[in-house]
T-cell receptor, first 114, second 109 residues
Framework: DAMVIQNPRYQVTQFGKPVTLSCSQT?????MYWYQQKSSQAPKLLFH???????NEADTPDNFQSRRPNTSFCFLDIRSPGLGDAAMYLC?????????????FGPGTRLTVT | GQNIDQPTEMTATEGAIVQINCTYQ??????LFWYQQHAGEAPTFLSYNVLDGLEEKGRFSSFLSRSKGYSYLLLKELQMKDSASYLCAVKDSNYQLIWGAGTKLIIKP
């Protein structure tokens, strides 16, 4: 089945220790997104790529970086995680960015910072 | 600023009908989405409205009034598995999705 895969599902890191979250897709979608979601809050868009065109949201902290080496893979790097970065990180894809294109989400990576 | 409002929590009884409302104020409008999110899981797509009116899909229906900046999701014949959060999201003039914080729906037997 075509899908969005995120690894790992659960990640524990220490305060200040860099961590990388990964996402892959078999849907061959042009657009990939990274969201941060905290409990009972709306998903917060961090980055999105339209093909290789990188788009950084204005309020995404510099501590967060992203890479998309090819169509299938996308990575989220957190250079120096703080306690406030503990959250669910969701990767999503869509076949385009126009009006009716829905987003397909991976299962998420729950990040704990100790 | 851009804003999506939904009730924080609702409770309903198994077998009943529930309506979850969403009001929005966004810079432009290119469609409204409803997603279901079970606890600890990723959101899954339920419905999309871009024109006024009702879209029906099985037990779930979604309504849109663009002039009022209003939508609702109607769930019929509620089942225990419908216990989840329901997120309303609007695509703005830049085709960015603006998300609501979600409505947590609790189903009681």
């Amino acid at each position: 089945d075509a899908m969005v895969i995120q690894n790992p599902r659960y990640q524990v890191t220490q305060f200040g220790k860099p961590v990388t979250l990964s996402c892959s897709q078999t849907l061959n979608h042009n657009v990939m997104y990274w969201y941060q979601q905290k409990s009972s809050q709306a998903p917060k868009l961090l980055f999105h790529y339209y093909d290789k065109d990188f788009n950084n949201e204005a309020d995404t902290p510099d501590n967060f970086q992203s890479r998309r080496p090819n169509t299938s893979f996308c990575f989220l790097d957190i250079r120096s995680p703080g306690l406030g970065d503990a959250a669910m990180y969701l990767c999503a894809t869509s076949d385009g960015a126009g009006d009716s294109y829905e987003q397909y989400f991976g299962p998420g990576t729950r990040l704990t910072v100790t | 600023g851009q804003n999506i409002d939904q009730p924080t929590e609702m409770t309903a009884t198994e077998g009943a009908i529930v309506q979850i409302n969403c009001t929005y104020q966004t810079s432009g409008f290119n469609g409204l989405f409803w997603y279901q999110q079970h606890a600890g899981e990723a959101p899954t797509f339920l419905s999309y409205n871009v024109l006024d009116g009702l879209e029906e899909k099985g037990r779930f229906s979604s309504f849109l009034s663009r002039s009022k900046g209003y939508s609702y999701l109607l769930l019929k014949e509620l089942q225990m598995k419908d216990s989840a959060s329901y997120l309303c999201a609007v695509k703005d003039s830049n085709y960015q999705l603006i998300w609501g914080a979600g409505t947590k729906l609790i189903i009681k037997p």
